[in-house]
Structure formats: C-alpha cells, structure tokens
C-alpha cells in the first residue's frame, strides 16, 4: 500500500540529525555575531512559521484558509520544504492521524513516549492514502513529494558555493534544525501530562515564543479547522495574523 511518508521519515531524522551536530559544532567553535544571529531568526522564521506552521500545518493539513495567490501557495512551500521536515503530503497524513488519534497508543507523536523521541523524530507513521486523497489530487504537491529534499539540496548547495561553510550553517543547517526542534518540542510540551497522570492537549503560553501561535494548542484541538488559535484577545496568534490579513483571499479563512 502506498504510504507518502513511510520511506521519508528516516531521511528526515538523518538529516535533522545531520544538521544538529554540524550548528553544535559550528556553535561550540565560533558562535555567532549578531547578524548571523539575525539571519538565524529570518531564515528560521521562513522555515517553521510561513512554511510548516502556516502552510504544512494550517493550510495543507487542515484547510483553514485560501491563499490569495497560486503563486504565493507554492512559494511558503518551498519555505516548508527547505526546513527538510518531509513533503506536505506526508507531514499532513501525519498530522491529520495525530488529531484523529491524539493521546493515544496510536498517535503518530503520542507525548507518552517522552520527549527524547518526541525531539528527535520517532514518530509511528501508518496511515491510508485515503487520509490524503485531497492532496494528492494537486499534481504540484505530487511532484514535491517526489522530490521532497531537492529544493533544500540546491539551496544548501549555493549557500557553501557562495557563502561557505558559515553560509551553510547560518542560513540552512542551524534554522533547519532549529525547526525539527521546535516541532518535536511542541508535540512534547502541550500534549503535557496532567495531574492525574493523563496526556491532552494543552495550552503552553511560552511555546508561542518559537511558534507563533501554535502554543495555545488545546485551543488549535478544540476547532482545528480555524486558521487562528484566538479564543480570546490574551491568546495572541501572529501566524492568525498573517493568514488573515496578508496571506488568504478575502473572506476565505475559516473560523468557526
């Protein structure tokens, strides 16, 4: 049966793997300045909160919202994309499984497991297609899950030609590892454990640090279909923001 993820999970733990030791090394031997610190963040922001969590997380996984442009759509994408977590095909059957499923044995990311393997990528991946048959009626999608590491690998590629080894890790292997982290770091902490012992979806206020939005998680649970966490004025969602006022054609982003 054919699984969109299955043979892509391991490439991505490698990679992720691969780009941790490289930024520690990097880290350890010359730190960084304040640009390159800047360049971390702007790289980083591309990659995890327009590419995974808006485009990944809100829009191919749930469908909250329209963009306003075809072209916009591929190119948050390719965003996602370069942070190497996976095609949207697979992240979203993923994903999707794990709301179906969540606090479960059968949770893709169950937060039981603990938090090394939550960091670290060790998900249980089995899903049907049918969980992903809206995706895979979109040819571009298709085709960037065929080639779901080819992006990242031309542009990991012209970094070390025109930049260097620091180009490399400053704007590829540190914010693309950055965001596996903040990933794995979500689907530990707001699937926290409570005072009876019992794992839920729970809202983190400071995971929304790394997130943008996504930290109020038990809100995300209870409507997943919105394209904001904004319960309420004190719940602030950045990535709602955006979807709303700058990303999506007017009137298509769903709350409700």
Known sequence: ?????????VTV??????NLLVSAYYLYSYGLTYTQAGVVTVIFILMNIIGMIMTFHRYY???????????LRKLCTIFGLLSCSGSPIGWAGIHRMH???SDTDEDP???????LKMVTLQYKVNFSPKTVVDLLKDKFLVTMHKYTFLPAFIYAISLFVLFGYTGLVVAFCLPACCTLISQGLTNYVNHSED???NHKASNVWWINIISWGDGWH??????PRNYTTTKQWYYIDPTGWIIKHVISKKGSAYYG
């Open 13 to 18: 733990q490698y990679l992720f793997y691969t």
């Open 1 to 9: 049966m054919f699984n969109p993820f299955e043979s892509r999970i």
């Open 109 to 115: 990311h169950n937060a039981q497991d603990g938090f």
């Open 99 to 101: 709301h179906k499923l």
């Open 218 to 223: 038990k809100n995300h649970h209870d409507s």
């Open 195 to 197: 005072a009876v012992g």
């Open 61 to 71: 996984s749930h469908k909250s919202f329209e963009f306003k442009y075809e072209w």
